[in-house]
Nanobody, 127 residues
Framework: QKQLVESGGGLVQPGGSLRLSCAAS????????IAWYRQVPGKEREGVSC????????YYADSVKGRFAISRDNAKNTVYLQMDSLKPGDTAVYYC????????????????????WGQGTQVTVSS
């Protein structure tokens, strides 16, 4: 059974940092594209970042460029999202999604539905 488990969320002050993890079980991430999305109740889901099977092929939403960094560690079967300079507007439940990679691209469109999703981890940025 393919599963994704997010962790690393929590409460942080504005300007602080968090590192989210997306760990896979039941399959290996080597040939998968992984994306991070976030959602606030009552608002549309937002694609934050993704990485293709090529770890150098990454994409970011304009709202997080320069502050967030996605990386993958295939040996640990885990993808990370390093979040720095956090703002209250980053508060959301963060989810990771996975799909078999096609080429060196990945998608963070709000309407795109990855076939595999984790359960989410809450990130709250507040003083």
């Amino acid at each position: 059974q393919k599963q994704l488990v997010e962790s690393g969320g929590g409460l942080v002050q504005p300007g602080g940092s968090l590192r989210l993890s997306c760990a896979a079980s039941g399959f290996t991430l080597d040939h998968y594209a992984i994306a991070w999305y976030r959602q606030v109740p009552g608002k549309e889901r937002e694609g934050v970042s993704c990485v293709s099977s090529d770890p150098d092929s990454t994409y970011y939403a304009d709202s997080v460029k320069g502050r967030f960094a996605i990386s993958r560690d295939n040996a640990k079967n885990t993808v990370y999202l390093q979040m720095d300079s956090l703002k209250p507007g980053d508060t959301a439940v963060y989810y990771c999604g996975a799909e078999i990679a096609t080429g060196f691209v990945c998608i963070i469109s709000a309407q795109y539905d990855y076939p595999h999703w984790g359960q989410g981890t809450q990130v709250t940025v507040s003083s």
